[in-house]
């Protein structure tokens, strides 16, 4: 495992260690809300990460044990990332950043998923974390 280099020990500060860098909530956000497991689906999405960047984040998030990656059934060459029972308790914490981002600046979001977390959101969360553990255990 990558060793954590924390600034101090601030329950705070060591969570922006591990989750703080401008990427790693993009992929998160991917994984629970797009359904994306590989790498070349996240190369897809609108923020564009740049594959040096993606792969360190991965390799980063492997390494704190937040998600795992497996050879794809389909193709050798291939793996697919899924939570881990650590990554699943960030879903909460995006969800709040969803609905705090929608709040206060012009956003852009699945109005479907919006009204779900609108509508309830422990609920919406316990939704996406029983589909991120379903999608882990196959």
């Not at 809300?33 to 990460?49: R, V």
């Not at 991965?58 to 060459?77: N, P």
């Amino acid at each position: 495992m990558k060793e954590l280099k924390q600034r101090s020990t601030c329950p705070v500060s060591t969570s922006l260690d591990v989750l703080g860098d401008k990427w790693t909530l993009l992929i998160l956000r991917d994984m629970v809300f797009a359904d994306k497991s590989t790498y070349g689906q996240f190369l897809q999405s609108a923020e564009k990460i740049a594959t040096n960047v993606l792969a360190d984040r991965l390799a980063v998030l492997e390494s704190h044990g937040i998600l795992t990656k497996v050879v794809a059934s389909d193709k050798k060459s291939k793996f697919t990332y899924s939570l881990t029972e650590k990554g699943i308790d960030t879903i909460p914490i995006i969800v709040e950043l969803i609905l705090w981002g929608t709040k206060h600046w012009p956003t852009v979001l699945n109005p479907v998923l919006l009204e779900e977390l609108q509508a309830g959101k422990d609920t919406a969360i316990q939704k996406y974390q029983r589909l991120a553990r379903q999608k882990a255990s196959v």
